[in-house]
């Protein structure tokens, strides 16, 4: 059931070596691409980076040890000239983005991997060792393995402070 395995999902940060099965691999891609975006431009590109042999050049995105300790890190990538523009020019791309990679974190949880949305990475550093062409911008990353550590308490806050009814 759809509540169950979003109140499973968590942020993961440690990882078994275990590698990924191929097929595992293709479902939570899949579940990326068949998320909605705006207009259906589907304006984003996912990286799947093999950590393996890679641990030292990938610290320099994001310098965690989890983050490399997972088989698999995925970048997910914006592409704001492909994007749908609302008329006041507000670019959808990141909104694409983050639509795909929550379609692929949730699938992930359902498949028993773990996954771990990180924005605070070093962009710069990204973009030259993915070699991210004029127009790619990289959002967000997140390791792709399985769990080695238990989901904590989640704190979020009560609907009361999210929600508001007809108006402000």
């Known amino acids: 059931m759809f509540a169950e395995l979003i109140k499973k999902r968590y942020s993961v940060r440690s990882y078994r070596p275990d590698i990924v099965e191929n097929e595992k691999l293709a479902q939570v891609l899949d579940a990326a691409r068949l998320a909605p975006s705006a207009a259906n431009r589907q304006s984003f590109q996912l990286i799947v980076i093999n950590t393996a042999g890679k641990e030292e050049s990938l610290k320099r995105i994001y310098n965690r040890n ?3 300790e997972a088989p698999l890190v995925i970048c997910a990538c914006a592409m704001p000239a492909l994007a749908w523009s609302r008329r006041d ?3 959808y791309s990141i909104v694409d983005v983050a639509l795909a990679l929550d379609h692929l974190v949730l699938a992930a949880t359902e498949l028993g ?3 771990c ?3 605070a990475f070093d962009p710069d550093a990204a973009r030259e060792l993915l070699a991210l062409p004029e ?3 990289p959002i967000v990353f997140t390791p792709l393995g399985y769990p080695a550590d238990t989901p904590g308490v989640k704190n979020r806050k009560p609907l009361s402070e999210l929600v508001r009814y007809e108006r402000w």
């Open 66 to 68: 989890f983050f490399t």
């Open 89 to 91: 020019r507000m670019n």
């Open 113 to 115: 991997l773990g996954t």
């Open 117 to 119: 949305w990180i924005a």
């Open 135 to 137: 127009g790619v911008e």
